[in-house]
């Protein structure tokens, strides 16, 4: 792969780029007898893009940090109350890495809430983050 090891017993390894990799794996039994096997693999861009959010829980504000996959055009990050209401919606992810939501101007109580990133290319939807939680404690 990229030169990276592991001595885990069940070795998990995340690319940061795509790209087409040799990836090698050595197992050793009890007695050191050893077996390996060496094979190419490929890995493909994610068109997911990456979000978090600090500081979680959150009081007067939060920042969402994310990327877009490569090729987007644009993006949405949208955030969503306990009943599914959008409390904030952004359309303007294109060129930045961050945005800093202003809880307490926005008077959000307290409580859970969901975020997700869209990703856009040419106004077809690209991918989307994973769902995650934040909680704002007033």
């Known amino acids: 792969g990229d030169g990276t090891t592991s001595t885990e017993q069940n070795p ?22 050893e077996n390996t096997v060496e094979k190419e693999i490929l890995i493909k861009a994610s068109t997911k893009p990456i979000v978090s959010v ?9 920042t969402f ?3 877009l996959p490569a090729g987007s055009t644009g993006g949405t990050l949208l955030v969503f109350n306990i009943a599914g209401k959008v409390v ?13 939501w202003d ?5 959000i109580p307290s409580g859970p809430y969901y975020y ?12 989307r983050s994973r769902v995650e939680k934040l909680v704002i404690r007033r």
């Open 12 to 33: 998990k390894k995340k690319y940061i780029r795509s790209g087409t990799f040799k990836v090698k794996l050595t197992v050793k039994d009890n007695d050191n007898a």
């Open 54 to 62: 600090f500081p979680n829980p959150a009081k007067d504000s939060a």
């Open 65 to 67: 940090a994310f990327s």
């Open 88 to 100: 904030l919606r952004d359309d303007r992810l294109a060129g930045k890495t961050q945005l800093v």
């Open 103 to 107: 809880i307490a101007a926005n008077d």
């Open 116 to 127: 997700v990133v869209i990703a856009f290319k040419d106004n077809a939807v690209l991918g």
